[in-house]
């Protein structure tokens, strides 16, 4: 199987920083894409933001200029890096990995089991 594992959510001030980081492990051939989204209570999940194999990348309006997303391919790694977050950014993180297990095979999607993002003085 497949495990996604997040890490690096926690509290941070309004203006401050904070790294996700997301580690693929288990069957893997490749990735392609790597997405991050949110979802704060009472709400939706939300995309923030997504990178393909390639490096080609999208982000949601709302953290455009604020968040920056990357991978480590060698390592199946993707991060997100929260630069000047607002209360609003306050939600829990989970990444998502479109996974190839085998050489022509398939691709399947999986999800990490979500870290906590407060954001908050």
């Known amino acids: 199987q497949v495990q996604l594992v997040e890490s690096g959510g926690g509290l941070v001030q309004p203006g401050g920083s904070l790294r996700l980081s997301c580690a693929a492990s288990g069957i893997i051939f490749s990735i392609n894409n790597m997405d991050w989204y949110r979802q704060a209570p009472g709400k939706e999940r939300e995309l923030v933001a997504a990178?393909?194999?390639?490096?080609?990348?999208n982000y949601a309006d709302s953290v455009k200029g604020r968040f920056t997303i990357s991978r480590d391919n060698a390592k199946n790694t993707v991060y997100l890096q929260m630069n000047s977050p607002k209360p609003e950014d306050t939600a829990v993180y989970y990444c998502q990995a479109e996974v190839i297990k085998t050489r022509g095979g398939p691709s399947f999607r999986f999800w990490g089991q979500g870290t906590q993002v407060t954001v908050s003085s």
């Open positions: 990178i393909t194999s390639g490096g080609n990348i």
